[in-house]
């Protein structure tokens, strides 16, 4: 077998996956060099020595290091360090292959051939593949301002929360604008926690923030219309993306692709107080990504089957006519990140493979 067929098939494995498509196969040759692809199929997504990887892909270990710290400093695969070692484990696709690499920013003659074959990849292979099915690997987290009090009852669906409890947080270019380039919202307001928050800050793809600073970003994003976008598992975020729908991955799955497992909404759905609303046309126009809500004799009117429970059209509405309330049928939630990972996986027909690789 080719070895960037090899690898591709080890990154389709995880739930993520990673279809095969002539775009991947460019991608992948772009990305990797020969020699570091013959390390990488010797890798797993649990994290090993260099010995270790040395020893299964028969190379010698300074051999296998050179090729591991190239592959790093990429963002490629990614490395942590632990009792004064450096260990090394394969990334997935999404998050990580394609978003790494672009968190440093763009405008490269490489980044600019990359992001034409990310785009070509996502049309025709990628943007459905990733999608749920039916489980979808991220969910929507309604904008904090929207959310009354009384419905603030579950901790991992209130996003200031994810920044309150976490030990360690990156900023980073958000990937998906800086590589397709569709929109000029803010592009430095992807917010990563825990060890890929620590490797991509020590490797130069994102700096360490502090609390204050992260709860600034979630103003900012809500500010620019983004929406907040987060692992689909009640148990901890390993990320915030604050998505747009013309140049990111998870709403695009939706608002191009129409695929109705693209991510998990929110757990809430706009209504509108129709005696307080001015007709202005805010909520349509300006705040809602998805294009759910309509002006129908001057008033709002909103399409609840399209309707993500973002919260912007709340927070963007001059008169308080907008406001979210609990949808009658509540999407479930994995308890945990495990949870999720092997569910998706199995409904994907991943879960032997997977399972393989990460015991390799």
């Known amino acids: 077998m080719d070895i960037y067929e090899e690898l591709r098939a080890i990154l389709d494995a995880y739930p993520s996956t990673a279809p095969k498509a002539n775009s991947i196969d460019q991608i992948l040759r772009m990305l990797f060099t020969p020699q570091e692809a013959a390390v990488a199929v010797n890798m797993s997504y649990r994290v090993k020595t260099p010995a270790a990887i040395a020893q299964k892909a028969e ?17 490629i695969i990614i490395s942590r360090s632990k009792d004064g070692a450096m260990l090394y484990g394969l990334v997935p696709l999404i998050p990580g292959v394609f978003e790494f690499p672009f968190m440093k920013g763009g405008g490269t003659p490489m980044h600019k051939r990359l992001g034409k074959l990310w785009e070509e990849y996502h049309k025709e292979a990628l943007g459905a593949s990733f999608s749920g099915n ?18 603030r009852v579950h901790p991992y669906e ?8 976490a030990s360690y947080i990156a900023l980073a270019n958000c990937a998906c604008r800086v590589s397709v380039e569709g929109c000029s919202k803010p592009k430095e307001v992807c917010l990563i926690f825990g060890n890929a928050a620590e490797f991509l800050v020590e490797r130069g793809f994102a700096r360490k923030i502090s609390q204050e600073e992260g ?38 799955g939706r608002t191009q692709l129409k695929h109705p497992h693209a991510f998990e909404p929110s757990r809430f759905e706009a209504v509108v107080r129709t005696s307080e609303c001015t007709g202005c046309s805010v909520c349509t126009d300006v ?25 912007l059209c709340v927070t963007g509405c001059p008169t308080g006519a907008m406001v ?15 949870e999720m990972g092997l569910k998706i996986a199995q409904e994907k027909g991943r879960l032997e493979a997977f399972l393989n690789i990460m015991q390799n």
């Open 59 to 75: 190379i010698s270990e300074r051999e296998a290091l050179k090729h591991l710290e190239a592959m790093a400093e990429k963002g």
């Open 134 to 151: 039916p489980t979808p690997l991220m969910r929507v987290v309604a904008v904090e301002k929207s959310i009354t009090a009384q419905d």
């Open 158 to 165: 209130e996003v200031k929360k994810f920044i309150e409890n």
């Open 215 to 252: 709860l600034k970003v979630l103003d900012l994003a809500e500010e620019a219309g983004l929406v907040h976008t987060s692992n689909n598992s009640a148990d901890r975020a390993n990320l915030i993306c604050n998505c747009c729908p013309c140049c990111c991955t998870v709403l695009r």
């Open 287 to 311: 705040r809602c990504p998805m294009k759910a809500i309509a002006m129908v004799n001057d008033i709002a009117v909103v399409n609840t089957a399209e309707c993500i429970g973002c919260g």
């Open 324 to 338: 979210l309330t609990e949808r009658a049928q509540v999407p479930s939630t994995p308890a945990t990140i495990v």
